[in-house]
């Protein structure tokens, strides 16, 4: 059955679909990853209350709100994880596993989230792609589909990856001040994140720190990173960015070393390994820091460039990185344009930066 609903939010997540807030839904439910629904908030939280929309603003949702989100799962250390359910109907209560509009079924919360906001399915969103006919086909997350066999192509453009020791740790505010540094040398800087859960809020502050352009992985339908498509996603950004001939890509990978998002099985991946000019570790804590170069130096033949996170924010953090891992280290926040030369440097860009400094 075909019918009309009004909604009141579209979340991020459905970006690609170009929805209206007047949209048609069938209670014919497939239970698949980017599968669009449209959904009733049931509950009111005081906390992690927001959902990012299209346009990348902040919403508050209050109970009563009919929304639009997508199907997917999560595996979040510091937020909720869950999984697709096997069935749905129409009246069925699933919840939001994210801010950016992800809906599945909660398997564990973390206490400073607050329970997740529970939701009854209204149907799957439909949209009509064939041109003079009323044929509704269920609406799915992105703009194409992931080209699992893609291959790899960087074209010699330097490429900067940002790794963490845990979500948190620091690694968006690191790029954003790598970028803005590189910008104001004069840098031509594209940005894209490989892996997480969908939410277009870390490649929007790429773009206000000065990235020409940036991609995320729920463009190409996927929710949900995993070892398995997180190599190609990777990939497949990689060489599209490097088309576009910028001087610098920096790219952020999502969670943490050890991980359920695919980080892992993007530095095993040679050919991506040997892409990659400089690696940037942001770590919560000097513990975290030793455990995340020991990881990359031993597991994957990996030497970091910089390290940066919570571990320095202040002098004592930076010393001991210093000092006991060999390893430079500073902090983006109070340290950004230290911080950005030392990459520049690091990925050989030091000569253009200064030419290109001279002629503004």
Request: net charge neutral; glycine share 12%.
């Amino acid at each position: 059955m075909m019918k009309s609903i009004i909604v009141d939010k579209i979340a991020s997540v459905a970006q690609a679909c170009g929805l209206s807030h007047e949209i048609r839904i069938s209670t014919d439910i497939s239970c698949e990853e980017g599968v669009v629904l449209a959904v009733e908030v049931l509950t009111d939280k005081a906390q992690y209350n927001t959902l990012e929309l299209t346009s990348g603003r902040m919403a508050k949702l209050a109970r009563g709100n009919v929304i639009v989100g997508a199907l997917g799962h999560r595996k979040a250390l510091f937020g909720y994880s869950g999984h697709l359910p096997e069935k749905l109907a129409a009246g069925d209560v699933i919840q939001m596993l994210n801010i950016g509009g992800v809906l599945g079924i909660c398997d564990s919360a973390n206490p400073e989230k607050g329970r997740p906001f529970e939701c009854r399915v209204l149907g799957s969103v439909l949209h009509f792609p064939y041109l003079g006919e009323r044929i509704g086909v269920p609406a799915r997350a992105g703009m194409r589909k992931l080209d699992l066999a893609a291959t790899l192509d960087t074209a010699g453009v330097p490429v900067v990856a940002l790794a963490g020791t845990c979500m948190e740790a620091g690694k968006t505010a690191a790029a954003c001040a790598m970028i803005s540094r590189m910008r104001h040398r004069g840098l031509t800087v594209d940005g894209f994140k490989a892996t997480g859960v969908s939410l277009r809020r870390d490649i929007l502050a790429m773009e206000d720190s000065g990235a020409r352009r940036s991609m995320i992985f729920t463009d190409f339908g996927v929710v949900t990173t995993t070892a398995k498509n997180g190599p190609a996603l990777t990939r497949t950004m990689l060489t599209e960015m490097a088309a576009g001939k910028p001087d610098v890509i920096v790219f952020e990978l999502g969670d943490g070393l050890l991980g359920a998002y695919g980080v892992e099985a993007i530095l095993d991946a040679p050919d991506i390994r040997n892409a990659l000019t400089a690696v940037v570790l942001s770590a919560n804590d000097p513990v975290a820091a030793w455990g995340g170069v020991k990881l990359l130096r031993d597991r994957f033949g990996i030497e970091p460039a910089v390290v940066t996170g919570p571990s320095t924010d202040n002098t004592v953090g930076v010393d001991i990185i210093r000092e006991q891992l060999g390893v430079p280290a500073f902090n983006a926040l109070t340290s950004g344009a230290a911080l950005g030369d030392c990459v520049i440097a690091a990925v050989g860009l030091d000569s253009v930066a200064h030419a290109r400094e001279l002629a503004q």
